[in-house]
């Protein structure tokens, strides 16, 4: 009997210290470390090589194949038939309506007719062609990453819709493919090219805000009009599977950019925590017949950075809310708020004389050929409200980017979400065309969207912390700074 007692004891002893020693729950690719989550970072295979601030050979006529054209493909390819030095060669889709449509704007667009693939792995007899550079995808999530490998893989550039992954082993599997190939793998984050957006940034680069301490951002878009627009549903069935904030990358790109993420700055931890479903478990029931939903219907994500800066993201397609991707800044110096109201704090002397004298000249409608513009007074700054209209307005153009001063009055006419759409595509064929870096690299593309897998993460394991993995393996702080380059 006691020999049997002292058995069952050492064998609990090591059953105790096998389960102390074992970090790595099974069949997971993280571990629990120090309190926190850490994903596995595979090392930089033999043959690879880091692409910050890759430039590939100039590319004078970009020659594109398209592949996805049920929802946001079309406006793609109607936009590129808008941009000087560009070929459409291929038009790729499940369906053959959707081909066909696409293959009309061609025609309206007096551009040549263009070579139709249709089927689930048709996409691949496109990439293997000789005389494409570039491959569009707007596809469903879940084929992002598999088409733009396969396509990397043959030799093309990528150009990928959001979010370019859906999970950290597929961010590694883009950031490995691009870095092999030496072929750029760009995220389609539109959101960054918005008006709005890109005149804070340039501020932002100015120090019109003092350092920046907390950022914000979010997707919050009731999509209860939508769900049906999904070809086979896969949108609301991604949805009951996944938890987490599965579509983080309109609100988190332009701030990742506004701190300089992987440009001398990093992200380096998250937390994330998320109500019960009710609306999404009500809609896929009616769908899709499930009595289970994973994602909640309210998904809030804290990031904190290298360089001590807060990030908060939030996540929301189900209640009845005004679209919002918040978008705000918060410095020392200044503040910035997109939604529901734009507007601008600063603490006085913090804008240029000028800025200042240019919103009093509007708002009392002085004639300067008449008076002495030195004697005009400077409109006043209160760090407790928002600017006046008439000083926001002068801020917005005194600092509207040069991108946007180059194209946005051609954007607005041609549209896309405002015309940021239409800005993004230029920026992307301007760049392939005259050797440049992109604007948005292949890590831009992996940051923003493995805030999905590690926000899920976090909250199955009761907001546990979660390491964000570096993707530059070591080297965020070779650059210093977001750059648009230009010839």
């Not at 092999?180 to 008006?195: A, I, K, P, Q, W």
């Not at 100015?206 to 549903?233: K, M, R, T, V």
């Amino acid at each position: 009997m006691k020999t049997n007692f002292s058995n069952l004891l050492v064998a609990l002893l090591a059953l105790v210290m096998c389960a102390a020693c074992c970090d790595t729950p099974s069949g997971e690719n993280y571990r629990f470390k120090d309190g926190m989550i850490v994903f596995d970072e595979p090392q930089r295979a033999a043959g690879q090589e880091s692409m910050l601030g890759f430039a590939a050979e100039p590319i004078p006529v970009v020659r594109v194949g398209f592949v996805g054209l049920g929802m946001r493909g079309p406006g793609a390819v109607s936009r590129f038939t808008h941009l000087e030095g560009v070929e459409i060669k291929g038009l790729c889709d499940l369906e053959q309506h959707n081909v066909s449509k696409c293959q009309s704007m061609l025609e309206r667009a007096s551009m040549p007719k263009a070579d139709e693939y249709v089927g689930e792995e048709a996409y691949k007899e496109l990439c293997q062609r000789d005389d494409v550079d570039l491959i569009y995808i707007a596809t469903d999530w879940l084929n992002h990453t598999p088409i733009a490998l396969y396509a990397m893989e043959h030799g093309k550039h990528v150009a990928i819709e959001v979010p370019a992954a859906v999970s950290v082993e597929e961010c590694w599997q883009l950031v490995d493919t691009s870095e092999r190939t030496r072929r750029h793998c760009m995220m389609l984050e539109n959101c960054v090219y918005d008006f709005f957006e890109l005149t804070c940034l340039n501020m932002a680069q100015h120090g019109l805000f003092g350092e920046i301490l907390h950022a914000e951002g979010a997707y919050i878009h009731n999509l209860s009009d939508y769900w049906n627009d999904y070809h086979g549903n896969w949108r609301l069935d991604f949805n009951q599977k996944h938890r987490g904030d599965v579509y983080a990358t309109h609100g988190f790109g332009p701030v990742c950019q506004a701190l300089n993420i992987h440009r001398g700055n990093r992200l380096t931890y998250l937390v994330c925590m998320d109500t019960k479903s009710v609306n999404g478990l009500e809609i896929a029931k009616a769908k899709m017949g499930v009595e289970e939903f994973a994602n909640g219907d309210h998904t809030t994500t804290l990031l904190k950075t290298e360089q001590g800066q807060t990030i908060e993201i939030q996540h929301n397609v189900y209640t009845p809310r005004p679209y919002n991707r918040l978008y705000q800044l918060t410095g020392t110096k200044g503040f910035a708020n997109k939604y529901p109201i734009q507007g601008f704090t600063f603490v006085p002397g913090q804008l240029p004389s000028e800025v200042l004298k240019g919103a009093t000249v509007e708002a009392q409608k002085i004639d300067l050929s008449k008076v002495d513009p030195a004697s005009v007074p400077e409109a006043t700054l209160n760090p407790h409200n928002f600017v006046t209209p008439e000083v926001k307005r002068a801020v917005m153009e005194a600092y509207k980017h040069d991108i946007h001063r180059e194209i946005e009055e051609k954007a607005k006419q041609v549209g896309g979400h405002g015309g940021m759409d239409f800005v993004m595509d230029y920026r992307l064929v301007y760049c392939l065309q005259n050797g440049l870096p992109l604007d948005q690299d292949v890590y831009d593309a992996a940051e923003w969207s493995c805030i999905g897998e590690l926000s899920a993460t976090s909250a199955k394991h009761n907001s546990m912390p979660v390491a964000v993995p570096d993707f530059t393996r070591g080297e965020w702080n070779k650059l210093q700074g977001l750059k648009f380059h230009t010839k």
